[in-house]
């Protein structure tokens, strides 16, 4: 088994043409000051298991091996003890290359402390405490729920109350350098243009976790959408609240930063590329268009979205803590993690980018239908459009499952995607602009060798190249389906391009027949309709006549 997995991990390597990036001879000179402000370092991170949280544990280890210990805080989780998830969380693909450099010791640099962000003051037991508080110097804060449609109460406990606790713990912790609070830059949304400064939160946070700490769910629903108002979800208002904190706490002494990642998508180069862990932003898009799931959305597809590679968005994250940490630099402790200012990727572009994916390099396999669909910018065509291509087919191959003796899965599918549609439709009809000159300042002060280690720029970013990349990752680690199959997914795909054609050909005929074999009643029908438009016309021109005829007797 595990020779057959390694087999796979080669061949998607090969597929990939990819080979772990080598530091070139000519830049050994330089030093790294990046990897050695970490060096010694105890660091404590929430949010470790979560996606981001992953690859800035993976980096820090590569780059820095002679850091100190990190600290997660992880909770019991479907039977597991925290320990066991630590030892799954390195059984992932994404630490191969960490292994493969540093060896299999270097993951014992990682233990775990037991505890929630869910329960009050982190869930921590005393001695955890004590010990957090005597050796943490570094705090990276990055647990947050990032589901939008996550009840209000749930989110303001886990994304501002959680928040609120985790600024206490760093309040404690004697050697304290720094607390790095992974925000959004999508939780200031009034804001059309997002500069690198604090803003007022929309609520007082303070009170805002009293009151719903006093009401049960049920009570916090029925008044959400008041308590929301502008706010489109329970996820952008929550981090909006949780930043407000995190100025309160810096204003009074704290050493703390904020960062705000834009939406965070796939690995772009190193460890792996095109590797994640779930299927949120354009790698859903992808999957289900791929599928032939998705055939229509409400989208502006002149828009933009703002999008940041996930290993890109973590050197980001670890120069803007070198910069606080090494240089002193405690005025640039507000910086935005974004790419709109340099890079705009339209929603058409990704869809025809990735439909030229899916449908001839990186096929998926047992799609429904072949890829096809538009963007429209009408929401009643885009509803008529939902209906007739995904609701009644949907029922239909539902229907022919359930009377195979299997469980139906379709509707359920597209129950998932009009969810998600509701959330994406408000981020794909508005757009942002969001300043950042910090990343700007941090490219000039780097020297050679770090900006070759921490990259934080797209300037030989091939578009095409990493979305096929982000597709078969989706392919080998999500949807668990190997490259060996894909010569019967293209194979596949070829059948539904033939099927599509000539479902398109038969439909078209079928309207022409039906034309043809009523053209009578048609015919009769626009005789009636132009009789009754040339009338009116004839009867409003005799009018006119008269008219003329009355003023001129005047």
């Known amino acids: 088994m595990a020779a057959n997995k390694m087999n796979n991990k080669l061949d998607y390597f090969k597929m990939l043409d990819y080979t772990p990036p080598v530091l070139p ?28 949280g992953r690859v800035l544990i993976e980096k820090i280890l590569r780059k820095s091996p002679d850091v100190k210990h990190i600290y997660m805080l992880l909770r019991p989780k479907k039977g597991k003890d925290p320990r066991q998830r630590v030892e799954e969380l390195f059984n992932s693909p994404l ?42 110097e570094i705090v990276f804060h990055g647990a947050a729920t990032i589901r939008f449609d996550e009840p209000l109460r749930k989110a303001v406990l886990l994304n501002t109350r959680g928040t609120k606790y985790t600024l206490e713990l760093a309040k404690e912790m004697k050697k304290l350098l720094v607390f790095v609070h992974i925000s959004t830059s999508y939780c200031h949304l009034q804001e059309k243009v997002l500069y690198e400064k604090s803003y007022p939160p929309a609520a007082n946070p303070h009170k805002i976790i009293k009151s719903v700490e006093l009401m049960d769910e ?18 952008a208002y929550t981090k909006n609240l949780s930043e407000g904190l995190v100025v309160e706490f810096t204003e009074a002494g704290l050493p703390a930063m904020i960062l705000r990642p834009s939406i965070v998508i796939p690995v772009w180069k190193e460890p792996l590329p095109g590797w994640t862990d779930n299927i949120n932003g354009p790698t859903g898009l992808l999957i289900g268009a791929g599928k032939g799931v998705i055939r229509t959305m409400y989208c502006n597809n002149k828009g933009y979205a703002d999008y940041l590679p996930v290993d890109i968005c973590v050197n980001g994250i670890l120069l803007a803590a070198w910069n606080y940490m090494y240089n002193k630099d405690f005025e640039r402790n507000i910086c935005h993690l974004t790419s709109s200012q340099e890079w705009q990727i339209s929603w058409q572009e990704i869809i025809d980018v990735g439909k030229d994916i899916v449908t001839s390099d990186v096929p998926l396999n047992g799609g429904i239908w072949y890829p096809g669909g538009s963007m429209k910018t009408s ?59 910090h990343v700007h300042y941090l490219r000039k002060i780097l020297n050679k060798r770090e900006r070759f280690e921490y990259k934080i720029d797209g300037e030989d970013m091939d578009i095409r190249g990493y979305f096929m990349n982000c597709v078969m990752a989706a392919r080998i680690f999500i949807l668990k389906e190997m490259p060996e199959s894909l010569p019967s997914a293209k194979r596949h795909m070829r059948m539904l391009y033939w099927l599509d054609w000539l479902t398109t050909l038969m439909f078209y005929g079928f309207i022409m027949w039906f034309f043809f074999n009523n053209s009578e009643f048609f015919l009769a029908v626009l005789s009636k309709i132009s009789s009754i438009f040339f009338s009116s016309a004839s009867a409003g021109d005799l009018t006119h006549a008269r008219e003329a005829a009355s003023v001129k007797d005047l």
């Open 218 to 235: 049920a009570l916090v629903e029925s008044v959400a959408k008041k308590i929301l108002e502008n706010f489109p979800n329970s996820y």
């Open 25 to 52: 001879k000519e830049l050994e000179a330089f030093p790294d000051r990046v990897a050695e402000v970490y060096v010694g370092k105890t660091i404590f991170i929430t949010g470790g298991s979560g996606f981001l």
């Open 95 to 136: 630490f191969d290359l960490l292994k493969m450099m540093r060896g299999e010791e270097i993951t014992k640099k990682v233990s775990c402390v037991a505890g929630d962000v869910m329960e009050p003051n982190l869930g921590l037991s005393s001695e955890d405490r004590k010990m957090l508080a005597e050796e943490v």
């Open 379 to 437: 929401r009643f065509l885009h509803n008529i459009c939902t209906i007739l291509f995904h609701w009644i087919p949907a029922y239909f191959l539902d229907a022919i499952i359930f009377l195979s003796g299997n469980k139906p899965v379709l509707c359920r599918v597209h129950d998932r995607v009009q969810k998600g549609f509701e959330v994406f439709e408000y981020y794909a009809n508005n757009q942002w602009e969001f300043r950042n000159e």
